[in-house]
């Protein structure tokens, strides 16, 4: 026949019912027990998480590259510098070289002076190039589209084919 349990013994718990009693509870009640992590976490004896390393931040190459066009022989680039404050448009070959010199410059030099762009070197990279400094000295969407006209004019103005520049 079955014995009956009172309430108060049904809720009771005796951990030393599931482990024997030698064992129950030794980590817990003795501070100076080391516990080991398990196997899988270490490697050559290192803990997995010291061995890797946090992917470094690499921030975008200064000036940085927005567009550019193949005009003819040449190719225009169009950057942005955030060092400089300014929109850099940039030729892979001078335009000014063959028939052109100084005092007889090609149109698109004159071109890109008329439009407020001056030559210079590039505090980022310390490379040459026809920039204008933003009015505001951030990025601004107004002058963003500015500087895009005067390149897509620029590269149209050095060989570039109408249908090959995106309006």
Known sequence: MKQKRTKAEDT??????????SQAGTALKD??????????????????????QKKKFTPAPDPFGVEGIKAGDNH??????????????????????GEFTKE???PVIA?????GFRWGFSDADG????????????YTFAEH???QRVFRKAAEMLGAKEQGIPR
């Open 12 to 21: 009771s718990f005796n951990p030393e019912e599931f482990e024997s009693s």
């Open 31 to 52: 501070p100076d027990t080391e516990v080991t992590p398990p196997a899988d976490t270490q490697v050559n004896g290192k803990n997995f998480a010291d061995k890797i």
């Open 76 to 97: 225009v680039h169009l950057a942005k510098s955030d060092t400089d404050h300014a929109w850099i448009i940039r030729f892979d070959q001078n335009p000014n070289q």
């Open 104 to 106: 007889n410059p090609h």
């Open 111 to 115: 071109y890109l002076k008329s439009e």
């Open 127 to 138: 490379k040459g190039g026809w920039g204008k400094l933003m009015r505001e000295g951030h």
């Open 145 to 147: 589209m500015d500087a």
